[in-house]
């Protein structure tokens, strides 16, 4: 049985059980949540009336700015899950970065664009991972395969998440196919993507409204690599104004939601969109030890990466690759 903050509140208890939940990753992010929303919509034109999407956490704000934009209802937030719960994993593969009790769930299916973590299922499932910028892109592919064009509204999540992920298709993760099915969502949606994705950065990635805190948590990962439990962030800015002002405290709290977290490294990501690099704040016992990991020298902290906007392809497998040696 799952209890969701958004029921209890509404006073209408525990869900029931028979439900399937389409859920991405904890720390939720504009595709994990825009992927849920929209196979859960397209299980629905399927016939398939129980799938409900959710999302592990509370929502960022560019994801909110994205659903209000579409006026799509927020989805309920899925805490934890006991079980045998039917669920279907979106944007993510390792139990580490799903919902509590996710590992006791029965998988169904998972939809996803990151490399396989790791994961033993009792029965056989659906498994769709392909290397392509977003899960969104896939699930838009799905929607076509099946005979069904997305409404407005879907397609315009569709393709928020897509231009959220490939950061307006500047990451290296972004793929032709990504190109493709985005100009077929903006038609639908009746938007221009890269004056689209540029208006919804500018709204979401102002400094001044967000906390220390926020900036850790709203797009945390955590990851094994070699021995260690590490955990990146990332936060997405355009133009680093006002950063200065808020880098040591910052560092501060990172240092401290590491200790909270006991995570041998956590670093996070301030990446400016304007200038495409990444200057990576490194907190642990021995931050150079991260630095090395990319052939630098940790300067005040951080790690300086011209040139990097992707966590997945130009930072996660470096710092693996390194502390797995
Ligand atoms: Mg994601
Ligand atoms: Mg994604
Ligand atoms: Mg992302």
Known sequence: MVISKFRKKKGLGVIMSDKIYVVGHKSPDTDSVCSAIALAKLKELMGETNVVPCSAGKLNKETEYVLNFYGVAIPEVLESVEAKQKLILVDHNEYGQAVAGADQATLVQIVDHHKVGGFQTAEPLYVRI??????????????????????????????????????????????????????????????????????????????????????????????????????????????????????????????????????????????????????????GDNPEEVAKAFGKELVKGSVDLPGVLSRKKQVVPQMTTYFSA
């Open 130 to 283: 392909e290397p392509v910028g977003s899960t969104c892109t896939i699930v838009a592919q799905c929607f076509k395969e099946k005979g069904f064009t997305p409404d407005k509204a879907i397609a315009g999540i569709l393709l928020a998440a897509i231009l959220s992920d490939t950061v307006i298709f500047k990451s290296p993760t972004c793929t032709e196919l990504d190109k493709t099915v985005a100009a077929e969502l903006a038609a639908i949606a009746g938007v221009e993507p890269m004056a689209w994705g540029i208006g919804m950065f500018q709204a979401s990635s102002s400094l001044a409204d967000r906390s220390n805190q926020s900036m850790i948590e709203e797009d945390l990962k955590a990851f094994t690599m070699g021995p260690h439990k590490v955990g990146v962030g990332q936060v997405s800015l355009m133009g680093l104004a006002g950063f200065e002002d808020v880098r040591a405290s910052l560092t501060a709290a990172i240092e401290a939601h590491r200790v909270a977290q006991e995570m041998r490294y956590l670093c996070l990501m301030i990446t400016d969109i304007l200038t495409d690099a990444t200057e990576l704040i490194v907190t």
